[in-house]
């Protein structure tokens, strides 16, 4: 018998492989490692903290988006309080309120743009 039918080689000798089942292990591998959390630049930090400072005084909505190894999280709602020392703050949304660890946030903006 040839040594292509014996044992496992029969998966050995083939070595194609369809695009759709390519593109789907990519995928599949991308979704497995963990993503980095992004650096944030001074600019970029000080116009988040305007925002968060905003919503807290004037009662803006603002959309919070949180870094998660996966897939980023975003909530969006008011800012009741800010506890710089604790660095989290309490966003009150329709669902009700939520503490948020501020060095998870990766961006700010108002919830109506």
Same mark, same amino acid.
């Given at each position: 018998?040839? $040594? $292509?039918?014996?044992?496992?080689? +029969?998966?050995?000798? /083939?070595?194609?492989?369809?695009?759709? =089942?390519?593109?789907?292990? #990519? #995928? =599949?591998?991308?979704?497995?490692?963990?993503?980095?959390?992004? /650096?944030?630049?001074?600019? !970029?930090?000080?116009?988040?903290?305007? *925002?968060?400072?905003?919503?807290?005084? *004037?009662?803006? !909505?603002?959309?919070?988006?949180?870094? =998660?190894? =996966?897939?980023?999280?975003?909530? %969006?709602?008011?800012? *009741?309080? *800010?506890?710089?020392?604790?660095?989290?703050? $309490?966003?009150?949304?329709?669902?009700?309120?939520?503490? +948020?660890?501020?060095?998870? +946030? %990766?961006?700010?903006?108002?919830?109506?743009?």
């Amino acid at each position: 018998m040839s $040594k $292509k039918l014996q044992q496992n080689g +029969i998966f050995e000798s /083939s070595r194609m492989m369809l695009p759709e =089942h390519r593109e789907a292990y #990519i #995928i =599949h591998q991308e979704q497995l490692a963990p993503r980095t959390r992004p /650096s944030l630049d001074a600019q !970029a930090a000080e116009e988040m903290s305007r *925002l968060l400072s905003n919503s807290m005084l *004037l009662g803006d !909505a603002v959309t919070i988006t949180l870094f =998660h190894e =996966h897939d980023d999280i975003r909530f %969006t709602g008011q800012v *009741l309080r *800010l506890d710089s020392h604790a660095r989290t703050l $309490k966003l009150l949304m329709e669902s009700g309120t939520r503490d +948020i660890q501020m060095n998870l +946030i %990766t961006d700010v903006v108002l919830a109506n743009e």
